[in-house]
């Protein structure tokens, strides 16, 4: 619909009234001719339509043919600007500088857009590709896609992928955070299943190794499980790289220590402000130098300056300077006991991954000015850890 307004509008347009007792057959006239004519519609005798100007002209005869009164009431598109501002020729100017300007600023990069997945800041992203050149006001062509995106993974070790998409003006900017391995031994190496915490087993999957214990054994930290030396038909030990999941009910515990007397930052009420021109990646200082004491905490917020509703290369930023004061603060019980729990849950996140907790049993002491919580899990979780068998270039002497 866009397009059909847009082309409309450059050829030109007019409004036009039809007036009299044959208005239709007026209309049947025009249709006959094929003539075409939008958001028309009717109120008494007299009819309301649109048409283009060579149309316009083939309608004044069928008006006559019908017997009805044709007049413009509104004049609309490029061919009427251009014939009312024919003597202004400043403006025709200003109009051919403006639009070799946007032919020119289109040939550079306007804005670097990250699509944020979350785990690598956006800011790092974006510090990292201005590193190789990929940043507002630097030519479309001066940027190598490919070669861009492999050297901002050499920059970026958090990222298995990174996607550069140039679209216009706009460098629009896809990535996938990378996932590291868990610290494991070479699985070449030989090693011994041992268990990591004391409990009782309660499942054992043997996927390579020899198992030393059964369900329902009791085993202290340390423990061999799983051997990775085994035996042939020969009677002759073989080195191998015991893998296993090791089930077993244990009691894990957890201890959480928050200092009672601690240093907070208040605000004062104290506001300073300072404000920046960006152009075409660059930012020019509209404030006289001065210095803002610490400690202060700083909101930033960057507006792009928009153009007939479309983002230019032009931006401001706002810096808020929320001044701060450092004040000593004695918790209360039920204070570090709220922080002490916020610690927990994240403790208990990593520590008990993938745990199945059948009780938990918490107590609370305090000492030396510390909230010290402790608690105390009654839980079933894979203990298996592996221990590598350390040979000392003579296969027939073991160290473990």
């Known amino acids: 619909m866009f397009i059909l307004d847009f082309l409309r509008y450059s050829r030109g347009y007019v409004v036009f009234t039809a007036a009299g007792d044959f208005v239709e057959r007026f209309l049947n006239l025009a249709a006959r001719d094929r003539i075409a004519i939008w958001d028309g519609h009717k109120t008494g005798d007299t009819y309301t339509g649109a048409t283009d100007i060579k149309s316009y002209r083939k309608l004044r005869?069928?008006?006559?043919?019908?017997?009805?009164?044709?007049?413009?009431?509104?004049?609309?598109g490029v061919p009427f600007q251009r014939y009312r501002y024919r003597k202004r020729k400043g403006l025709l100017v200003g109009l051919a500088i403006f639009a070799a300007f946007l032919f020119i600023m289109s040939r550079f990069i306007w804005r670097v857009e990250v699509s944020s997945t979350g785990g690598v800041p956006e800011s790092t992203i974006v510090r990292a590709l201005e590193n190789i050149g990929v940043r507002p006001g630097v030519p479309r062509a001066s940027i190598d896609v490919r070669d861009s995106e492999r050297r901002a993974l050499l920059l970026l070790h958090d990222l298995s992928w990174i996607a550069l998409n140039i679209e216009g003006s706009i460098v629009h900017v896809e990535y996938s955070q990378s996932v590291a391995p868990p610290d494991m031994i070479d699985p070449n190496a030989p090693c011994n299943i041992i268990a990591s915490a004391s409990g009782q087993i309660n499942a054992l999957n043997i996927y390579d190794g020899?198992?030393?214990?059964?369900?329902?054994?009791?085993?202290?930290?340390?423990?061999?499980?799983?051997s990775g030396i085994t035996q042939d038909r020969l009677g002759q030990s073989l080195f191998r790289h015991a893998q296993a999941q090791v089930i077993a009910r244990v009691t894990h515990t957890i201890e959480i220590e928050v200092p009672m007397q601690q240093t907070r930052y208040i605000e004062t009420g104290d506001e300073r402000g300072r404000n920046y021109l960006g152009v075409m990646g660059f930012e020019i200082p509209l404030f006289l130098p001065f210095k803002i004491p610490h400690p202060y905490h700083v909101e930033r917020v960057r507006e792009?300056?928009?153009?007939?509703?479309?983002?230019?290369?032009?931006?401001?930023?706002?810096?808020?300077?929320?001044?701060?004061?450092?004040?000593?603060?004695?918790?209360?019980?039920?204070?570090?006991?709220?922080?002490?729990?916020?610690?927990?849950?994240?403790?208990?996140?990593?520590?008990?991954?993938?745990?199945?907790?059948y009780d938990k049993k918490m107590g609370v002491t305090t000492q030396d000015g510390h909230y010290i919580l402790h608690v105390e899990y009654d839980c079933a979780m894979d203990i298996a850890e592996e221990q590598e068998i350390l040979l000392d270039g003579n296969e027939h002497n073991i160290v473990i």
């Open 61 to 76: 005869k069928h008006a006559k043919n019908a017997g009805v009164r044709l007049r413009i009431s509104q004049k609309e």
């Open 210 to 226: 020899q198992p030393l214990v059964a369900l329902g054994d009791t085993v202290m930290k340390g423990d061999v499980i799983v």
């Open 304 to 357: 792009p300056v928009t153009l007939f509703s479309l983002e230019t290369p032009v931006w401001t930023l706002r810096e808020r300077y929320i001044l701060m004061e450092e004040v000593p603060v004695t918790l209360s019980k039920e204070e570090a006991r709220k922080q002490a729990l916020l610690e927990l849950a994240a403790t208990e996140k990593v520590a008990l991954e993938g745990a199945e907790i």
